[in-house]
């Protein structure tokens, strides 16, 4: 008794570990703790898709997904669990495979908004636009937050602008942003979209308002860069894209546009840069 009673207080020990560690974004050690866990007792569902999620912030979805999937076969009715290997499978562009298992999730808990929106996601990536739409729409109608909605219409908007119907996306966008002010995404689109539409002032205004509410958003700062490089404001679109790739240097487009502002900038200019 008292040796089952040592070997429990060890697995506790180690899940209480396993999240400390992740909740400080020590993955690798998180990942060493969960599998103590595991080794003392691997029948724990709970505990596998903790090293699931562990192994998706380590960007290892492929281990991520299968130490889900064992998770499952401990636990197959459980709808959480779904919706983790479902956005495990997301990150790893695994498109239509994510789908399906936020489908599994629905099929358990069909009232959950936050798999709805995610199930729409994987759907609009897929090009599958009048089901992400119906995803989206069915998000709505069930989740009652401010920032739920918000990401239910930011996803609408993107499922309108991809079928060429740019004044709804930008409805869908003013809806989201009435939702929650903040929605950083909604505002960044929205310049996007208003860029897209001929109005270029309007469209800066948005950047500024997202870059406002993010200011590490390397795609923003991006976005900016181009939209005043087409408006020949080279100084100011210099300054952007520099911001861009100092957040994030591995943006092969943003070195391109790069070079696109140095050329429309003065020698007098260039030789400062």
């Known amino acids: 008794m008292h040796s089952k009673d040592s070997e429990d207080a060890a697995i506790d020990y180690w899940i209480d570990e396993a999240e400390r560690l992740y909740q400080v974004h020590d993955y690798p050690e998180a990942l060493e703790a969960i599998e103590q866990a595991l080794a003392r007792n691997p029948r724990f569902s709970a505990e596998w898709?903790?090293?699931?999620?562990?192994?998706?912030?380590?960007?290892?979805?492929?281990?991520?997904?299968?130490?889900?999937?064992?998770?499952?076969?401990?636990?197959?009715?459980?709808?959480?669990?779904?919706?983790?290997?479902?956005?495990?499978?997301?990150?790893?562009?695994?498109?239509?495979?994510?789908?399906?298992?936020?489908?599994?999730?629905?099929?358990?808990?069909?009232?959950?908004?936050?798999?709805?929106?995610?199930?729409?996601?994987?759907?609009?990536?897929?090009?599958?636009?009048?089901?992400?739409?119906?995803?989206?729409?069915?998000?709505?109608?069930?989740?009652?937050?401010?920032a739920g909605n918000a990401l239910a219409w930011s996803g609408l908007s993107l499922v309108a602008a991809a079928q060429e119907h740019l004044a709804e996306a930008l409805e869908y966008l003013d809806q989201a942003i009435t939702c929650d002010p903040s929605c950083t995404d909604a505002w960044s689109n929205k310049g996007t979209f208003l860029s897209q539409g001929g109005q270029p002032e309007a469209a800066l205004r948005a950047y500024d308002r997202a870059l406002e509410l993010s200011p590490t958003n390397a795609h923003t700062w991006f976005n900016r860069a181009c939209l005043l490089t087409k408006l020949h404001r080279s100084e100011e679109a210099l300054n952007a894209c520099e911001r861009s790739l100092a957040l994030d240097p591995s943006q092969t487009e943003a070195w391109e546009q790069l070079d696109a502002i140095l050329a429309q900038l003065s020698p007098e200019v260039r030789r400062s840069t």
Request: charged content about 20%; cysteine-free; hydrophobic content about 40%.
């Open 49 to 146: 898709v903790k090293k699931g999620i562990i192994l998706r912030a380590l960007q290892r979805y492929a281990d991520g997904s299968n130490a889900l999937e064992r998770a499952l076969d401990l636990d197959p009715k459980n709808a959480a669990t779904w919706h983790e290997r479902g956005y495990t499978l997301y990150r790893a562009n695994a498109f239509a495979d994510a789908a399906a298992a936020y489908e599994s999730s629905l099929a358990l808990d069909p009232n959950n908004g936050q798999v709805w929106r995610n199930l729409g996601t994987a759907l609009y990536r897929q090009g599958h636009y009048a089901q992400a739409g119906q995803a989206y729409r069915q998000a709505l109608a069930i989740d009652a937050s401010n």
